[in-house]
């Protein structure tokens, strides 16, 4: 068994040159060993050999490091690193998650959502509260608003604040 094949047994072309090829597809990374620098650069498509059929791969960044094969899997001693896109697989991806931007101007409102996870935010000030208690029919909750305000801890929070919020209630 020819181990070597192993080490890159994808075949790419570049500018019409065959290039034995190891292709990383998690990473989006081709590797090609090389004797003679090939002619590649961004934006440049190369085609990998699938089969019978063939994988259009556009160049998104390419790095040349000379002596970078160790000449290990290859006779070749340097090695061309492409960072790729697979511009063919592109018309049959599903979008299953797109981070679309709607600019809707200014909103405002009370308990207003906006955005994705199902999460709310309230945000309601002190005063706003103290005064709606106090306007309600409401003697339990008026009790355990006044309760809350003359908590020490609360007076701190609140400063001098929370005498006059008490005297509303």
């Not at 094949?5 to 034995?20: C, D, R, S, W």
Request: glycine share 8%; charged share 20%; net charge negative.
């Amino acid at each position: 068994m020819d181990f070597d094949a192993l080490a890159y047994p994808e075949v790419v072309f570049i500018e019409g040159q065959e290039y034995k090829a190891q292709r990383n597809m998690s990473k989006g990374q081709v590797l090609v060993p090389y004797t003679e620098t090939p002619d590649v650069g961004i934006g440049d498509v190369i085609t990998q050999k699938s089969g019978k059929r063939e994988i259009h791969l556009k160049v998104l960044d390419v790095q040349f490091l000379e002596g970078g094969t160790l000449n290990v899997g290859t006779n070749h001693p340097h090695m061309l690193t492409l960072h790729v896109e697979n511009s063919t697989s592109q018309p049959h991806k599903t979008s299953t998650s797109s981070n679309t931007t709607f600019n809707i101007g200014s909103i405002s409102g009370e308990q207003l959502q906006v955005g994705n996870n199902n999460t709310q935010s309230v945000t309601i000030n002190v005063q706003k509260l103290v005064e709606e208690v106090a306007e309600s029919n409401d003697p339990e909750a008026k009790n355990l608003l006044k309760q809350l305000l003359e908590n020490s801890t609360v007076g701190s929070v609140i400063g001098a604040g929370a005498s006059a919020l008490i005297s509303m209630l």
